[in-house]
């Protein structure tokens, strides 16, 4: 009785360690307690930091964009980000990165960074130290 017990404790176990694992089975590149956002492979990830948001490419193990203020996800293929100096647009279908200054955007483009389709992120002023709630808008 007590063998068949241990059995299917471990049965369940077994079980719920795999339905946990489950969640990042459609990314190549893994997902923090940091993530944000998260596109294509996982590879182009929004993460939050203590002061800010940036923009990171986990196969270069590089951030992209500091102080990332905005960002629209389509859905399809591409991810628009912004910060106060540049534009950033990922397309995440065929891995490519581009910056642009708000005059080399195309109008098609510069009206989805102008659009209320863009996400605010914003990082809540903290009550007490060490206390930070990050939202988004």
Do not use: H, W
């Amino acid at each position: 009785m007590k063998q068949k017990l241990i059995i299917l404790i471990i049965i369940i176990c077994s079980c719920l360690n795999i339905i946990g694992c489950a969640k990042n089975e459609n990314y190549k590149y893994g997902i923090g307690k940091d993530t944000v956002v998260v596109v294509g492979d996982g590879r182009f990830q929004i993460l939050k930091g203590v002061e800010s948001f940036s923009l990171y490419d986990l196969k270069k193990d590089k951030v992209l964009l500091d102080n990332v203020d905005e960002y629209y996800n389509d859905g399809k293929s591409r991810l628009y980000v912004f910060n106060n100096e540049m534009y950033v647009i990922i397309q995440y279908s065929d891995d490519l990165y581009s910056e642009y200054s708000e005059r080399e955007l195309s109008k098609e483009d510069y009206k989805i960074f102008k659009s209320d389709r863009m996400v605010k992120l914003i990082r809540s002023v903290p009550t007490k130290p060490n206390e930070i709630e990050y939202r988004t808008d």
